[in-house]
């Protein structure tokens, strides 16, 4: 069964930071595109950052470059997402995805999100 498990949300006033984890259970991490989106309300869901599987290629939202750093740890089946001087408008749901696409199927699972909250 395929579980993927967001943790390390929560309220931070703005300049502070958190850091989220993704933990991932039941396919080949390794494999995997993982990536973090994030959906604020009325909002549509948008990509945050991602790091590919082989070559740990990491790709940002212009939003958040220079402040969230995306990695993962494939020994222990987690990805995280630093966040530091957060602002207003990071305050979203944020969820844990994981991406393996082939010419015949994708692959695609999600977390349940964690919820961040930006506010004094």
């Known amino acids: 069964q395929v579980q993927l498990v967001e943790s390390g949300g929560g309220l931070v006033q703005p300049g502070g930071s958190l850091r989220l984890s993704c933990a991932a259970s039941?396919?080949?991490?390794?494999?995997?595109?993982m990536s973090w989106y994030r959906q604020a309300p009325g909002k549509e869901r948008e990509l945050v950052a991602s790091?590919?599987?082989?070559?740990?290629?990491?790709n940002y939202a212009d939003s958040v470059k220079g402040r969230f750093t995306i990695s993962r740890d494939n020994a222990r089946n987690t990805v995280y997402l630093q966040m530091n001087s957060l602002k207003p408008e990071d305050t979203a749901v944020y969820f844990c995805?994981?991406?393996?696409?082939?010419?015949?199927?994708?692959?695609?699972?999600w977390g349940q999100g964690t919820q961040v909250t930006v506010s004094s």
């Open positions: 039941g396919f080949t991490f390794s494999t995997y595109t």
């Open positions: 995805n994981a991406l393996r696409s082939n010419p015949y199927k994708n692959y695609d699972y």
């Open positions: 790091v590919t599987s082989v070559s740990s290629t990491r």
